[in-house]
C-alpha cells in the first residue's frame, strides 16, 4: 500500500509517517519511481508506535524498544522492559515536577486574589 492509503487506515498523517521513516521507526519499499510501498503489518506498526507515543516515550527511545517488537527474545525483551521502567520513572519524576509548579501558581492566585480584595475594601465603604 502507498503512504496515503496507510496514512488512511492508521488516522496518522502522511507527514508523521515520513517522520517515522526518518527516525527508523518505520520502513518502507522504494518503488522504481520511489513511491514509498507498505505492508500490512505496518499499520499494526504504526498503531505500536502510536501507542507508545501516547505513553510519553520519544522516537529514540521507541526506537531503543522496538527490537523487542521485531525479534522477541528473552535479551530484546529484558532490555525494553528496563527501558519503559526508566522512562515510567522519568514521566513520574516530571508528574511530580508538574504538582509543584501547580501548587505553587495556586499559591500565587490566592495571593493575587486576596490583594485584589483589599484594594475593593476601602471602595466599598
Request: proline share 2%.
Amino acid at each position: 500500500m502507498r503512504i496515503g492509503e496507510l496514512a488512511a487506515r492508521t488516522g496518522v498523517s502522511v507527514r508523521s509517517l515520513r517522520y517515522y521513516e526518518e527516525q527508523g521507526l518505520l520502513t518502507s519499499v522504494r518503488s522504481a519511481s520511489g513511491q514509498r510501498h507498505y505492508t500490512e503489518d505496518d499499520v499494526e506498526r504504526v498503531g505500536f508506535i502510536q501507542r507508545m507515543y501516547t505513553a510519553g516515550l520519544s522516537s529514540r527511545t521507541i526506537a531503543e524498544v522496538l527490537p523487542c517488537a521485531d525479534a522477541p527474545s528473552e535479551e530484546h525483551s529484558d532490555a525494553a522492559l528496563e527501558r519503559m521502567a526508566q522512562e515510567r520513572d522519568r514521566l513520574s519524576e516530571h508528574i511530580t515536577e508538574l504538582i509543584r509548579a501547580r501548587d505553587a501558581l495556586d499559591d500565587l492566585v490566592a495571593i493575587a486574589r486576596a490583594h485584589r480584595e483589599t484594594l475593593r475594601a476601602p471602595a466599598a465603604r
